[in-house]
């Protein structure tokens, strides 16, 4: 029952809240703080339950839905969502407690929407019923939605508007394919169509021109939420008008339902295909690489550098996965928990000198280590995890895409490469700017250092990019199995050569 009980517990604590008067801000604000804390420790429980050795679903659970349609609650975790699932319960914990004197209008809407997300991201990751996959992955569009309308910048209705008409457009394709496959999957035990995952990636066994627009519809809906490039341009608007700890869920976990959606749908199911496609998505996963640094290294708005980073960092992950290696998708996967933490801390960073100053413009800033020096130091090794320092954990997840895309693809490994040297440039370029030389505005003089719960909020994440960047055996134990149960599809479709080694 502990997958049921990490839904339940965030999606019960969101309808406790309801239940307080908006005028107890104090109870509001600790009640979210409890359940998400609850919500981590199920998480803990989940991580300690599983067994590393194993390639499949672990802890399943499944119970008749809707019997008549073959939809059942049918929920589990495997190497491939455990830590997607652990990002998500960490980071909502690390949001609320950063969101505790930032947030003070709509407290009680605010915190309602962020544990509703919560328990539709855990869903996302740990549905095995393709119908119940589909509604998680629409529920967490709206709360995401009205955190950018209501606690964003000026922009928000722009950007909150352009960031659901993207993701809405995906969507729909996507049920599109999810009939399909529904119509063409049939349960042995009924003799009935089912939404059963395993059964659908069974019996998908598809003709290449089917699967070619199978994987399309997929592909599309799972490419504009990565983003890669050119499907990106909703991402820099979300992000610079998000509050801060929407824009740490948005990088940390949101996009990570699109990289989560090619490794769980369309590698498997349409092998095929996904070879066909490898040569378009490694090229766009490259432009997107190098598009994303050129245009973080001209940005002003320190939060929009970093959306921008993103674009980059997420074309290494859609890189390693369409390496179609046992390396590359062990660094994509890897990577994507990297991402979470190390853009997460960023954004973190970000927002403090934000709530402080009321501006993220490099300009209005320079010298403040002098002023600021925990917050310097907290801020140099996270932006260092970034560019992929050894010892950091960016550095295990991009060597391991770069050995993957050299093994399959040499000359996309070397382009990317300039994507890391373009990382560096952007990102010391900026700290040198904000934070070395002399105090170039007197109202930064009075900027006061991280508090106890910043730097408690940072410090974790800062601690983990340490600890995976040192010792990433824990993660890759658990992910490997998994990812070799995937590559067994190619294999089973007869897809051996020079693809996978």
Known sequence: MII???????????????????????????????GSIAAFAASLVMYAQFTPGEAGYQMVERTPWVASLGIDWHVGVDGISLFLVMLTTLLTMLCVISSWSSIKDRIKEYH????LMEAALIGVFCAMDLFVFYVMWEVQLVPMFLLIGIWGGERRIYATIKFFLFTMAGSVLMLAGILYIYFNTTDPATGHHTFNLLLATEQAKFPMEVQTWLFL?????????????????????????????GSVMLAGVLLKLGTYGFLRFCLPMFPGAATKF????????????????????IQKDIKRLVAYSSVAHLGFVMLGTFALNMEGLS????????????????FLLVGVIYDRRHTRLQADYGGIAKVMPVYAVLFLIVALSSIGLPGLNGFVGEFLILLGAFAAHPMYAVFATAGIIFAAVYLLWMYQRVFF?????????????VTLREGLVIGTLVALTILIGVYPDPLLSRMQPSLNLLLSHFQGAGITQTLLP
């Open 331 to 346: 660094g994509s996967l890897l990577q994507q928990v990297n991402h979470g933490i190390s853009t997460g801390a960023l």
């Open 437 to 449: 030389g002399q105090v170039t505005h007197e109202i930064n003089l009075g900027l006061k250092d």
């Open 278 to 297: 490898v040569p378009l998505i490694s090229v766009l996963a490259v432009i997107g690489i190098l598009y994303g640094a050129l245009m973080a290294m």
């Open 4 to 34: 049921s009980l990490l839904i339940a517990i965030p999606f019960l604590t969101s309808l406790v809240i309801l239940a307080v008067p908006r005028t107890n801000a104090a109870a509001i604000r600790w009640i979210a703080l409890f």
């Open 217 to 245: 519809a997929f592909a599309l809906a799972f490419a504009i939420k990565v983003p890669l490039f050119p499907l990106h341009t909703w991402l820099p608007d979300a992000h610079t008008e998000a509050p801060t700890a």
């Open 112 to 115: 309602f929407l962020f544990l």
